[in-house]
């Protein structure tokens, strides 16, 4: 299976699951009272027409040829972030017109669906292999996703994002393993992000000039950078983030992360073992100045810092 084909599959059997959920609620609707029918039966209409969106641009995409489908990636990518997000934040009424949060169908509102790579496996080799990509995205991400899912099923978590469910349960003990997975799963989202194809280089001129602000130069921001990851006793993430108008780099424990003190994450490098074991074994620095080097999304960066 070619590369286009397989990313298509992927995305398709997301679609599916998307749209048969979407059926459920339409038909569950028909027993809720009039006005929160209509509220309700407005909103489905609406994630309807962001599937068809997502739909056609997927379709594009499958008929452009194997040298040029990757131009229609982030049309995809756009329409399926658009689809997910309103299917997460969906808000069901009840028969009694009462927003309850959840499906007239299912105890459980939306769940948490793994969104697809923005690249295919094989795309960031041979700095990361296609096989250490495979079981971190296919096992390790989707675990936390799947493991979410059940932990807040049925709870007042149940309907909400992961940025809400990560600042609600942040240093709950009683809440940890929700906040442990929603995190881990918010993080390994913003870790695929923090990494493109022939990524980077020297970053844009606006995010240069604030790096050179708050670092004195790029290469300096890139060694806090390196210096933060490889320090970071056991697992956890470094992070380039904005703390009010500065740009900083902290690193972060576990499932920690950064929304929780304030600070707005720009990127991150995971340095969890499974990020990188399978192809660099201890040699974590290797790694990371690899990631730096050859892979770091500095576009996501500027993005992010608006």
Known sequence: MSRKDDYKKKIEAELEKVQAKLAEWKAGAKSSAA???????????????KL?????????L???????????????????????????????????DKDTGHSPTDPVSSPHVLP??????????????????????GKHHKGYVDNLNK?????????????KIIRLTAGRVERTAIFNNAAQ????????????????GDPPSPLKERMEISFGSVDACKKEIADAAVSRFGSGWAWLVLD??????VNTANADVPLTTGMKPLLVVDVWEHAYYLDYQNRRADYVNAVIDKLINWDFALENAG
């Open 52 to 60: 068809e969106v997502t739909k056609a641009k997927l379709k594009e």
């Open 35 to 49: 006005d929160a029918r209509v509220k309700y039966a407005k909103q489905v209409d609406e994630l309807e027409q």
């Open 244 to 249: 009010g108008a500065a740009l900083k780099v």
């Open 62 to 96: 499958g008929e452009a040829g194997e040298d040029a489908w990757e131009q229609f990636k982030d049309g995809v990518e756009n329409a399926w972030d658009s689809l997910s997000a309103g299917f997460r934040g969906m808000r069901h009424p009840s028969a009694d």
């Open 151 to 163: 932990l807040i099923a049925g709870t007042e978590y149940s309907d909400l994002s992961l940025e």
């Open 185 to 200: 799963a918010w993080n390994h989202m913003f870790y695929w992000k923090s990494m493109k194809p022939k990524g980077g």
């Open 116 to 137: 697809p790579l923005p690249y295919a496996e094989s795309a960031l080799a041979p700095i990361i292999s296609a096989k250490t990509i495979g079981f971190h995205f």
